[in-house]
């Protein structure tokens, strides 16, 4: 029969079949008995949770520490048994088996499914001496645990994951773990045994050659093999060194005798002759263990049971054994499949959780629950929103292009006219309003600033720092700055938005990529005013982070936090004034004006109110301002596009500081042939020169004359 359905079939009888009566089985051939597939009932696929959340692959440090430290408290850890049974270990070297326990150390778990295991304990929590002479104070890591050697996590519900050491680790730095240190293919290797013989020794015949491996001098090498924690492994022929031999210490060591005789934790070979090995590798065993990346292929020991055994191959599952007795289970709470599950990232919508009233102990901030409204989705078409903001009794919602805002408790109902109205209702997130102007935060939710109803932030894709007021948005950006924000903004890797309360500014601080930067191109802060109603100046301070906190702004460098505008330190020394993180900066003053750039204008003097002017100590004019040389302020260029000028210092006039603008003395170096003072034939410098001939005048012009 085709698979489209068409054509016939044809049942055919091979063999006669006889009924219970000897009686031949009539057949009738127009009709069939066909077994059909019972309906499908739909039902409701429980299951009892057997355990949490176990990690497969250890792939990433979250799910490596979720293996390994699944505890959310910091002074919690778990129980790491040695599962492998070790043949006289260090724990008691006069039975067959011993089993090794330690903790990791809580907080240090790094990338690569590399874990750290400093401590030995027995079952009583009593911490072990690997053997007499070891030294205590190096908490015995590494001792015990070698390569493939499996190890059981315990935790404290008595959920039990199983795991392979892989390796031996060394930390780098804080989330990278490299191999450590091996010293490969020492040769000339002698197992012996000595009195008494609880534990196995190794003798290396060449003390110079296996110093070298150490990188040490001689003198060093006998502290570095004397405190040797090492893994051996290797050997060739039948001589294999297994797994778990370690060097827990020397027994004697000189440089100027070609032999090292070291103490092994445990038997290797029989009593008897010495057995000569080669190729033996010392691994550096640092208390770092390298797990095996593939946990799924290892058990799992759940921490309940649902049966008790009585030895005899009987099993009950009944609370006392009774007949029809309640069974042993998890309890009422079970959880269904959903087909839908996994990790889903929704960046244009927001989930709330249940309301909470101190008032009426209420407190369901924990609940998540989906049968209700709890969901409110903003237009994908903004992008994701980057950071959320209280204004009054509403929601302000900052995405990448668009600031909306999101009632709060209330909804809004457009009339026929287009106009809405504000109703009460029982939605916590409402309507959706965005803001007039085609404007957003990018992605640098970092830029946004507070100060009571005005919201400050920049837009990176739009090159535009914003205000959003009672007025709604602005872009602040425009006042004077506009090219420059342009052009800085696109070459930032992130912007520090902060309001200092005490100048009442906006400071926004711009780091420049490390590509983008150079001698011109540093990372600066810029401030915006709002009494000034524009920006006002540029700072040398560069923070991390910034906040102003009771009336004080503080800022937040390398760790530290600084408090600004402060006299006095904590010391009660003076506060030099513009030193930021430790580093002394000058302030600078640049003026630029230009009233009618059409006409040529003439300036003659300047003056300013302020503080102390630089003075230059000078006996020679005969003025009694300048006998001591003083900081202060001064003119370091006056530039016009005609001439050039200085300013040498300032004299104080009843609180005021006055002096003329003197005009730079034409030399080579910056002759302008263009300027009237240079024009004209000249000064004649030699009067020798016979007639007719020629001669040097100032400024390098040569003419021909015919006048000495």
């Known amino acids: 029969m085709p698979h489209n359905g068409l054509g016939s079939f044809v049942i055919e009888t091979l063999n006669r079949i006889e009924d219970e009566d000897s009686e031949d089985i009539t057949i009738t051939t127009d009709r069939a008995c066909w077994e059909t597939e019972p309906k499908s009932e739909e039902g409701l696929d429980i299951y009892y949770e057997a355990s949490a959340a176990i990690p497969m692959k250890l792939d990433s440090l979250e799910n490596n520490s979720l293996f390994c430290l699944p505890s959310v408290s910091p002074r919690r850890s778990t129980r790491v048994q040695l599962d492998k049974r070790i043949v006289n270990s260090i724990i008691n070297s006069s039975t067959e088996q011993g089993i090794l326990f330690g903790r990791p150390y809580v907080g240090k778990v790094y990338t690569n499914s590399t874990i750290e295991i400093r401590h030995l304990y027995d079952g009583s929590d009593q911490l072990l001496r690997a053997i007499a002479d070891f030294d205590e104070t190096n908490e015995y890591r590494g001792i015990g645990l070698g390569i493939n050697d499996i190890v059981a996590l315990k935790r404290k519900d008595g959920l039990t994951v199983f795991n392979k050491i892989k390796d031996h680790m060394q930390i780098l730095s804080p989330g990278v773990a490299t191999l450590s240190e091996r ?106 263990y390298k797990l095996d990346e593939e946990a799924y292929k290892y058990p799992v020991k759940l921490s309940w049971f649902n049966c008790y055994s009585f030895g005899n191959g009987v099993e009950s599952d009944r609370i006392r054994d009774d007949f029809n007795a309640p069974q042993i289970d998890n309890g009422c709470r079970v959880s269904s499949t959903f087909l839908e599950y996994g990790e889903e990232t929704i960046s244009s919508g927001l989930i709330h959780s249940g309301l909470y009233n101190s008032i009426s102990s209420v407190n369901n901030l924990n609940e998540f629950n989906m049968a209700d409204k709890i969901t409110k989705n903003l237009n994908p078409a903004y992008g994701s929103i980057q950071a959320l903001k209280a204004l009054d009794n509403n929601l302000v919602s900052f995405t990448e292009d668009k600031v909306l805002k999101v009632l709060s408790n209330k909804d809004a109902v457009f009339n026929a006219d287009g106009n809405s109205q504000l109703v009460a209702t029982n939605r916590v997130l409402g309507d959706a309003t965005p803001f007039a102007g085609d404007y957003g935060i990018s992605k640098n939710p970092e830029s946004l600033a507070v100060d009571n109803y005005r919201m400050y932030f920049t837009d990176k894709q739009r090159g535009a ?100 505008y402060r006299d006095f330190d904590l010391n009660g020394n003076i506060v030099p004034r513009n030193n930021f993180y430790g580093t002394q900066y000058n302030s600078e003053l640049e003026m630029i004006f230009n009233d009618t750039p059409s006409s040529i ?28 040389n003083k900081n202060g302020w001064y003119v370091d260029s006056f530039v016009t596009d005609l001439q050039e000028g200085k300013v040498p210092e300032f004299i ?28 004209g034939i000249g000064f004649p410098n030699d009067t020798n020169t016979p007639f007719g001939g020629y001669g040097d005048v100032t400024g390098e012009i040569k003419d021909k004359g015919d006048t000495p």
């Open 465 to 564: 720092v914003l205000r959003l007021s009672m007025d709604g948005l602005t872009p602040i950006s425009n006042v004077g700055m506009k090219s420059y924000f342009r052009e800085k903004l696109k070459i930032c890797n992130t912007i520090i938005g902060s309001f200092d309360i005490v100048n009442g500014e906006y400071n926004t601080t711009l780091n420049i990529a490390s590509s983008y930067q150079s001698d011109t191109e540093q990372p600066i802060t810029v401030s915006f005013n709002e009494a000034g109603k524009g920006w006002v100046s540029f700072k040398s301070f560069v923070p991390d982070t910034a906040v102003s906190v009771s009336g004080k702004y503080l800022t937040a460098k390398q760790n530290k936090v600084y408090e600004h």
């Open 183 to 288: 010293f490969l293919n020492v040769d000339n290797v002698s197992l012996y045994y000595f009195a008494p013989y609880d534990r196995q020794y190794m003798w290396v015949q060449n003390a110079i050659n296996f110093g070298a491996f150490t990188s040490a001098s001689a003198a060093t090498q006998a502290s570095l093999v004397f405190n040797s924690r090492w893994q051996v492994t290797g050997g060739s022929g039948s001589n294999i060194l297994p797994d778990g031999v370690f060097v827990v210490g020397a027994g004697e060591f000189n440089a100027n005798t070609p032999f090292t005789l070291l103490t092994l934790n445990r038997q290797v070979v029989p009593v008897g002759p010495s057995v000569v090995v080669n190729n033996v590798n010392f691994i550096s065993t640092t208390g770092y």
């Open 652 to 679: 104080e006039k009843e609180g005021k500081w006055f002096n003329y603008i003197k005009g730079i003395s034409t030399d080579l170096s910056n002759i302008d042939a263009s300027e009237f003072s240079v024009q």
């Open 601 to 628: 204008k003439s300036f003659k003097a300047i003056n300013y109110e302020g503080t102390q002017s630089r003075i230059i100590q000078n006996y020679a004019d005969g003025m009694d301002y300048n006998l001591f």
